[in-house]
């Protein structure tokens, strides 16, 4: 690695969007902060942050998302609260959600999409390299995505996605890549080169069932691309499409993730994670189980 090479410490997470897909649970509070288990979608995000070894989180929000800014700040009165009665493994829970990072905020104005979400973290990303995820999708492996991008990062100096290979009949919901094997030993079949970039095509015109799943680890340079976009897919600035370009120029990896993704901004993926994640719980887990044992399906 290069010594002039800058690190990985910022983390971009965009939180804006409407959440159209769970009305009418997020027509006032957001999407973001519906919980899987015990923890809101969002915190599982900056936990993948902390375990990665991001320094500082941007949220991009927009109305109605308060609720992001509060569960992430200090809670003193709750704290004091939960010492006085007793309670002081939930007051060190609370202390605790924000794992010591430093969180900043801007507003998209409007939900004009992912690309310009993340166009408008611009000014407080930098002159760095930046991490973005998507905090509606639950990544959940042994080594955290974000990790893995990062270290992509530092070995090439070039930005990393991560993909998931996606049945045929879920294509039209994904970026999908065309990408070719990445010739990198240290990653053998897990890591390929980004050709091209489609945003949700139909299946019978994807290059490939390989969807980019919500991990990002970007150049500063994607905002020169993100800048000039015109709006594409669906009316909105699209992120594949400065990713397209990213590919065509400086280059873009993409990673097979190991572990495990849960689009849980769907509804069908909300609920599966919700099982899963139950199921792993060391206290709810094994009552969890013997309930869907009994339930007569
Ligand atoms: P999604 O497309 O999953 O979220 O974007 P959405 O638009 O809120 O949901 P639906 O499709 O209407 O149900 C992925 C992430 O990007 C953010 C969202 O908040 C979500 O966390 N996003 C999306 C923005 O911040 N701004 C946008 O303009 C679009």
């Known amino acids: 690695m290069s010594s002039e090479r800058k690190r990985v410490r910022k983390a971009v997470l965009p939180v804006a969007g409407l959440g159209t897909r769970f009305l009418p649970a997020t027509k006032a509070q957001p999407k973001e902060m519906l919980p899987v288990v015990d923890k809101p979608l969002i915190q599982y995000a900056v936990e993948e942050c902390i375990a ?21 700040d200090s809670a003193p009165e709750l704290e004091r609260f939960l010492e006085e009665k ?15 990072l430093h969180f ?12 310009h979400a993340v166009f408008c973290a611009r000014e407080l990303v930098g002159d760095e390299p930046f991490a973005v995820l998507l905090g509606d ?6 080594v ?24 045929k009949a879920r294509v039209h919901l994904y970026g999908i890549v065309a990408a070719t094997h990445g010739n990198q ?6 890591l390929l080169r980004v050709n091209d970039l489609v945003e949700k095509p139909p299946a019978d ?48 990896w993409a990673h ?7 689009d849980a901004g769907d509804k069908l993926g909300f609920l599966k994670a919700t099982v899963e994640f139950a199921l792993k719980n060391p206290k709810l887990g094994p009552d969890f189980r013997q309930y869907l044992r009994e339930l007569k399906l």
């Open 52 to 72: 990665s070894g991001i320094e500082s989180i941007i949220f991009v929000t927009g109305r109605r998302k308060n609720a992001i800014e509060d569960h992430f």
């Open 86 to 100: 007793g309670k002081s493994h939930q007051a060190d829970m609370v202390r605790e959600i924000s794992g010591g």
């Open 104 to 115: 900043s905020y801007t507003r998209q104005s409007e939900a004009q999409g992912l690309g």
């Open 137 to 142: 999708v639950i990544m959940d492996g042994a």
């Open 144 to 167: 955290p995505a974000t990790r893995s991008l990062m270290d992509i990062w530092d070995a090439t100096g070039q930005g990393a996605i991560a993909v998931e290979e996606v049945e």
């Open 185 to 190: 030993p240290r990653w053998g079949d897990q």
């Open 205 to 252: 015109k994807a290059p490939s069932n390989l969807g980019v799943t919500g991990r990002y680890v970007l150049p500063p340079e994607i905002f020169e691309y993100l800048e000039t976009l015109e709006a594409g897919a669906g009316g909105e600035i699209q992120l594949t499409d400065a990713l397209k370009e990213l590919a065509k120029g400086p280059g873009l």
């Open 256 to 262: 097979i993730y190991e572990g495990k993704t849960h």
